[in-house]
């Protein structure tokens, strides 16, 4: 699980510490990586919130997990995910034309783009650490 302290300064240490630890991947597998580990503590939340009223077990296992979402909530979170997987999306997308032997002296575009990927990536890590944060700090 990932999980920070809510402060600005604790995020930024845990991404760093999420880098770290994915050092030996691409930076769009280190993407991907994050975002499935963030899918697995999101999708539970999504779940239990998703339990009707009559199911007693369902209420149990909220009662269990302390889960008590605001609409609000899981409606940032849907949003955050699908945000999520565009950046994803754009940055398979450059990969992909890199790839390609476009020569990036003519392509200046693809030269800028390939070379915020890592900063696109650590920012997609820091909204999950931050957004973890806040599904911890509802529960």
Known sequence: MISTRGTPECAH?????????????SW????????????LE?????????VQIADQFGNSLKQLNQVQISRKVLSDMTDLVTVLGEVLNYINLWAKWSSMDYDTEEVHSLLAAMQEIPLVVYW????????????VGIS
């Open 42 to 50: 999101y999708g539970e939340f999504w779940r239990l919130d998703r």
């Open 124 to 135: 997609t890590i820091a909204s999950i650490v931050a957004s973890v944060g806040n599904l």
């Open 28 to 39: 769009d597998a280190k993407a991907v990586i994050a975002l499935a580990a963030f899918s």
């Open 13 to 25: 240490q845990t991404t760093l510490k999420i880098l770290q630890q994915l050092s030996g991947f």
